[in-house]
């Protein structure tokens, strides 16, 4: 396994992240190929550190001693087998946290079944609705029906998001979206998927911090940031299609025109 970084993290979602942080662990190299992520040293080039089950499972009870609310698996996919065996290795020596597994949505039903048992929480992305634009920006011609049946599956193995003292997350499915400009992510039609097929117990992070990178720049569209305006109108969009739980941003945390 290759790990970027394993540190206490305070990025996520409120009942990921709480007061003292969740204990993120970086993996290098990703299913898809995103011409604008904004981690491409990470998720394409591979930087990153070998390490092996027992250091991971060291590492997860080291960052709950420290208080982390959970461990957060991002982009863990091409190592699960090994990721589930150092989890297992953990809980064994104590650890008692929930695991997040933190993914890109491009999960194919084997997966999903390894991580049944282990994955307390899935952080899952719904990015696009169109295959012609998942194509083109991720070189993932099949994501929607990809994505959305590993969804449906997460929801059928953990449910709706449940939360427990203060707030945090101890189970379930939250759905997250990056608006990007120009509506090139179809958040409306991703919005009434997600209240439609999954429901509107689930909450959805509709995201507004995109900004060119990687291979964004000179982009007619991705070369810019979402404005205010894009962003109001993807809130709007998430409440026509009935959305009634998660987390909207400051529209006006968003850049461009």
């Known amino acids: 396994m290759l790990l970027a970084a394993a540190t206490l993290h305070r990025g996520e979602e409120p009942p990921i992240s709480g007061e003292r942080g969740s204990a993120t662990f970086f993996f290098a190299n990703c299913p898809l190929a995103c011409r604008f992520c904004q981690n491409f040293p990470i998720s394409q080039l591979g930087n990153g550190s070998a390490v092996d089950v027992p250091w991971l499972a060291r590492r997860m009870l080291q960052l709950e001693r420290r208080g982390a609310h959970n461990v957060n698996v991002v982009t863990g996919t091409q190592y699960a087998p090994w990721i589930v065996e150092a989890v297992r290795e953990a809980r064994t020596r104590g650890?008692?946290?929930?695991?997040?597994?933190?993914?890109?949505?491009?999960e194919n039903e084997e997966t999903i079944a390894l991580l049944e048992g282990t994955v307390d929480i899935y952080l899952t992305d719904i990015k696009y609705r169109s295959d012609r634009t998942a194509?083109?920006?991720?070189?993932?011609?099949d994501y929607f029906p990809t994505a959305t049946r590993a969804a449906e599956l997460m929801l059928a193995q953990v449910g709706p998001l449940e939360t427990g003292s203060g707030g945090m997350a101890v189970r379930g499915v939250i759905v997250r979206h990056l608006v990007l400009p120009g509506g090139l992510a179809g958040t409306e039609q991703v919005m009434r998927y997600v209240v439609e097929r999954l429901g509107a117990d689930v909450p959805v992070s509709l995201m507004c911090q995109y900004f060119p990178a990687h291979r964004?720049?000179?982009?007619?569209?991705?070369?810019?940031?979402?404005?205010p305006v894009e962003y109001r109108a993807a809130i709007d969009?998430?409440?026509?299609?009935?959305?009634?739980r998660g987390w909207f941003q400051d529209p006006d945390a968003a850049g461009g025109a």
Do not use: K
């Open 216 to 227: 964004a720049h000179g982009h007619p569209l991705l070369g810019r940031t979402v404005s």
């Open 135 to 141: 194509r083109q920006l991720s070189n993932a011609p």
């Open 237 to 244: 969009a998430a409440r026509r299609a009935g959305v009634e």
């Open 95 to 106: 650890l008692a946290i929930p695991i997040a597994w933190n993914t890109s949505g491009f």
